[in-house]
């Protein structure tokens, strides 16, 4: 039957060449793939109809634009949290649809259940939407939070499959391992690299306050003193990067501002045209840099630990300075005594490198912005710690 209607169409004899067979199955597998992918996003759109949305800025680009990293944007999420306090639906183009929750309530279940293995077979969209339409609890809610990979995604040639990427298994298995990071008494010591980094902070704001510097862009210094803090906490490495300029610390700000600027334009979130443009190149060269900092250390790092007595080495460390947390990332074994390669190593270090420094910074420029409006509350916090230090003797935070 093939070669006939072939035949009539004028083919002839090309109708037994396996590559036309070839032809006809991958035309219709594509076909197939892009019935399957039109089903599901009406499928979503059907679910989603039940979650308010702000205006579109357009029928294409959706809502990118409404809110844009400056002053202006962060006022505008006040008046969209204001409008939608239990959240509402956002369009990244015509077919990228998020939700964006806003009340504590709805939030907190969602985050404690990151990084479920059974997570990665949900759709948020459409579960989250059946689970309020059915009035299931809050709690049911935790078990369907998938990662939104199309922001995510863009950051996985930076900071590869680290804590924040990865998921199931992995994320569990790498939870556990980086559990003794966190421990209290590792912590603790990091104090003192936090109060010399402010103190750094404090004393260039002062100096460039008795040049008549009456405005201050508060998220670069924060920025800068967190990347500071970090370095040295994860590195136990010397940037002065709040004094000087610094080739790794300006290639991770370089990274931050164009992953953001990628996320405002629907058109280049596919990699491979991504990688195409300028920009593309630009973030493909930073991380190159970023990753072979990291390399660096963590070669120099494997050469100077020890094969044996690795828990009187870690004691003996936290006695005498601070453990950084690439040492903990380099020792740490699995149930099975498996460690971390290298590459994981490096996920690890840089996510936490990224992670940290940008929402830390975030958040202080929050907290300084509301405490400068609201003099009441910054008179309270400040004699609270006047309190606090009245009979310590250095007055620091410890």
């Known amino acids: 039957m093939l070669q006939l209607s072939l035949s009539w169409l004028g083919l002839g004899p090309v109708a037994a060449s396996p590559w036309l067979l070839l032809l006809l199955v991958g035309g219709s597998w594509l076909l197939a793939r892009v019935l399957a992918w039109t089903y599901t996003f009406y499928d979503n759109c059907r ?133 003794p990071a966190f421990h209290f008494n590792i912590l603790k010591p990091y104090m003192k690299i936090f109060n010399k980094s402010v103190n750094i902070m404090h004393d260039k704001w002062q100096r460039l306050a008795s040049e008549g510097s009456a405005r201050l862009d508060m998220f670069e210094h924060l920025s800068l003193m967190t990347l500071d803090s970090l370095q040295k906490c994860v590195f136990n490495f010397e940037s002065n990067c709040q004094e000087k300029p610094s080739e790794y610390i300006a290639a991770i700000l370089e990274l931050s501002a164009l992953i953001e600027k990628r996320n405002q334009h629907v058109l280049v979130y596919p990699d491979f045209l991504y990688h195409l443009t300028p920009d593309g190149q630009r973030f493909l060269r930073a991380c190159r840099l970023v990753h072979d900092f990291t390399d660096a250390v963590i070669q120099e790092r494997r050469r100077t630990l020890p ?92």
């Not at 959706?62 to 809110?67: N, T």
């Not at 049911?140 to 990427?165: C, Q, T």
């Not at 094969?307 to 601070?322: P, Y």
């Open 47 to 179: 679910h989603l109809q039940c979650f308010p949305q702000p205006p579109k800025q357009s029928w294409f680009w959706g809502h990118l634009g409404l809110v844009t990293p400056t002053e202006e944007g962060m006022k505008k999420v006040t008046q969209l949290v204001a409008t939608y306090p239990q959240g509402f639906k956002f369009w990244m183009g015509p077919t990228f649809p998020l939700l964006i929750l806003c009340h504590p309530d709805t939030i907190r279940p969602i985050t404690s259940a990151s990084g479920s293995p059974m997570l990665e077979e949900m759709d948020l969209d459409r579960d989250i939407s059946n689970l309020v339409e059915s009035g299931i609890g809050k709690k049911e809610m935790a078990a369907v939070a998938p990662k939104d990979m199309i922001f995510y995604g863009s950051l996985k040639p930076w900071l590869g499959d680290g804590l924040l990427l990865s998921g199931g298994d992995k994320w569990s298995r790498h939870r556990r391992m980086l559990t």
């Open 307 to 398: 094969t044996q007595g690795i828990d009187d080495f870690l004691k003996n460390k936290a006695k005498s300075k601070t453990l950084d947390f690439i040492d903990v990332l380099l020792l740490s074994k699995d149930e099975d005594g498996k460690a971390l390669s290298d590459e994981d190593v490096r996920a690890e270090a840089d996510t936490f490198m990224f992670a940290g420094h940008d929402t830390t910074a975030s958040g202080l420029s929050w907290v300084l912005y509301n405490l400068a409006r609201h003099p009441e509350y910054q008179e309270r916090c400040r004699q609270e710690v006047k309190e606090l230090l009245k009979d310590r003797e250095p007055k620091e935070i410890e």
